[in-house]
């Protein structure tokens, strides 16, 4: 998988990189601002209340 | 492949009957180099692959929620805070209507938990409001009235305000400040305290004022660990269906998170109550309650 990308990925190796990392950054970001906060109330630990 | 490798090898020496005379001692049975297209090859990396991924998605969203929501609620916090400051400014005259969700209204401070422990708690208990900092059961009593005055925090992520409630010892104090007051409670005879408190640990200087109490308040101890379906435990007398009449009520704070940590299967409950009162003096508008030196 990640080496298909990578030969899939145009330019010679430092262009191959910055693209890798700016991938990386990007799924990171989806993760960190989209999954996680969607994800998050899905879980046990943020119960914290009682019924009023 | 082979056959280009092969070329490369002979045309690298002297003589290149040499090498075609000498057999290689040990006989190669494949070319090295890249392996031939193999699916079964290609389906177990690229499922070891999508393992390993799945294994950093959860390794980052533990970053996510121990750290990254601190980051958020921090921001939000301090927004907070600075609000009820303005507010506080502008106005002098201390009323609690007209709150809406997420509106800071008060300041609590727990000083066994050192200096720097310090929360605006604002109105209401969705997930929004709890993100900003510790939030008000909206139907209970306001800091200061006599009831329950009751609120919710969060102990993982999300700033964790009640991460350590477990820790509060009897007696400790929780300072609420309100536009116009600090209010001190203090935290009640835990469960195996009541026996012989009045000659026991209630002597001690800081625990004057607190006492086991009595009549429908028999069963209201400091310190508790409830099911989640218990909202008893948030009503004027913790614990009961009674209801005295607004003069025999005592004047409560109940602080409610989960329990245990990274858990949702039981609450655990804080009670404490008011012991006093202290009126700001506007002409001091930098002076803090003694209480708020308790610092262990």
């Known amino acids: ?52 | 492949m082979g056959t280009v490798e092969h070329i490369g090898r002979g045309a690298g020496r002297i003589s290149g009957d040499l090498g075609d005379l000498i057999p290689s001692p040990r006989p190669r049975a494949r070319a090295p180099g890249p392996p031939p297209k193999d699916p079964v090859r290609t389906a177990v990396r690229t499922f070891g692959e999508v393992l390993i991924t799945l294994g950093l998605v959860v390794l980052l969203f533990v970053v996510y929620e121990v750290y990254w929501t601190d980051v958020i609620s921090a921001g939000k916090q301090k927004d907070a805070t600075t609000a009820l400051d303005d507010r506080w400014n502008q106005e002098r005259e201390e009323h609690f209507d007209g709150l809406g969700e997420g509106d800071g209204f008060a300041k609590m401070y727990i000083p066994a938990f050192g200096a720097d422990y310090h929360f605006t708690i604002v109105e209401g208990t969705t997930g929004a409001s709890l993100e900003i900092g510790p939030g008000h059961y909206t139907h209970t009593a306001y800091p200061g009235q006599t009831g329950n005055f009751s609120v919710a925090g969060h102990r993982v992520g999300k700033g964790a305000p009640f991460n350590d409630i477990n820790l509060i010892n009897s007696c400790d104090a929780v300072v609420v400040e309100t536009a116009d007051n600090w209010f001190v409670y203090r935290a009640l005879p835990k469960g195996d305290e009541k026996a012989g408190w009045a000659d026991g640990k209630g002597k001690e200087a800081q625990c004057k004022g607190v006492s086991v109490l009595g009549g429908p308040y028999e069963n209201v101890v400091g310190q508790t660990i409830v099911p989640p379906t218990d909202g008893s435990v948030i009503a004027p007398v913790p614990g009961s269906d009674v209801v005295p009449s607004a003069g025999e009520q005592a004047a409560l704070m109940t602080l409610t998170t989960c329990h245990p940590r990274f858990s949702d299967k039981e609450r655990l409950i804080v009670h404490a109550v008011l012991v006093k009162q202290w009126q700001k003096d506007p002409g001091k508008p930098d002076w803090t309650p003694p209480e708020l030196k308790e610092t262990a």
Do not use: D, K, S
């Not at chain 1, 899939?8 to 970001?29: E, K, N, Q, S």
């Open chain 1, 1 to 52: 998988m990640y080496g298909w990308i990578w030969n899939h990925l145009p330019g010679p190796f430092a262009v191959r990189l910055t693209l890798a990392l700016a991938m990386v950054a990007g799924v990171v970001a989806l993760l960190m601002f989209v999954v996680f906060p969607w994800a998050e109330p899905l879980l046990p630990f943020n119960n914290v209340t009682t019924p009023q």
